[in-house]
């Protein structure tokens, strides 16, 4: 929904009705997704009563950059930020299919950024996505350590690796038992000289 510009809600309004979910997407408190962008993950939420529309981001730094190299500031959109409107758009969209009149002709509210911690590498959007998931609340700010994000990307991985369901649990649990040997080709080297 966020990358394909011909992704149209009229196309896919049978999902998302209540007959097919079950429930009607417009009485939700919140709706919340992780969405990808390139290689970076990142989160929207829309709070149908309000039409709030947040954006969960480790790495806010996409949002207004600006193209230094032209003599007129020249806002230049960057695909995460692209996407960010295309999905509050397109929720909105989808809320006044599920209810019509909800949405209507009202302006679209400015985007409410969270207040989450801010990577410091490149590797852990997708972490921070998952630990908003659980934990998310609108105006409360998210408080956790580098450490905390080290804590959840073991507990997942090993969580992987042990579910009853992975077919090669097996082979990767005895890995763990049996210490593979490390290759040296330094030490190879040196020794030859």
């Not at 295309?86 to 209810?99: G, M, S």
């Not at 073991?154 to 082979?171: A, C």
């Amino acid at each position: 929904m966020a990358h394909d510009p011909t992704w149209k809600a009229q196309k896919y309004k049978k999902l998302f009705l209540p007959e097919f979910l079950g429930y009607n997407l417009a009485e939700c408190d919140f709706i919340i997704g992780p969405a990808l962008v390139g290689q970076h993950w990142f989160c929207v939420a829309i709070q149908p009563s309000t039409l709030d529309f947040h954006v969960i981001d480790s790495m806010r730094n996409h949002f207004g950059t600006k193209d230094r190299k032209q003599k007129k500031k020249v806002v230049i959109k960057d695909p995460v930020e692209m996407a960010v409107d295309d999905c509050r758009k397109r929720l909105n969209i989808i809320l006044d299919l599920v209810k019509p009149g909800l949405v209507g002709k009202k302006p679209m509210s400015p985007m409410i950024f969270a207040a989450v911690p801010q990577q410091n590498n490149l590797r852990d959007c997708g972490v921070h996505c998952m630990m908003w998931l659980r934990r998310w609340e609108p105006g409360v700010t998210l408080t956790y350590t580098e450490e905390e994000v080290a804590g959840f990307r073991r507990d997942l991985t090993w969580w992987l690796v042990n579910h009853e369901q992975n077919e090669k649990r097996d082979e990767a649990l005895a890995l763990i038992r049996q210490p593979q040997p490390t290759k040296s080709t330094k030490s190879k080297k040196r020794r030859r000289s």
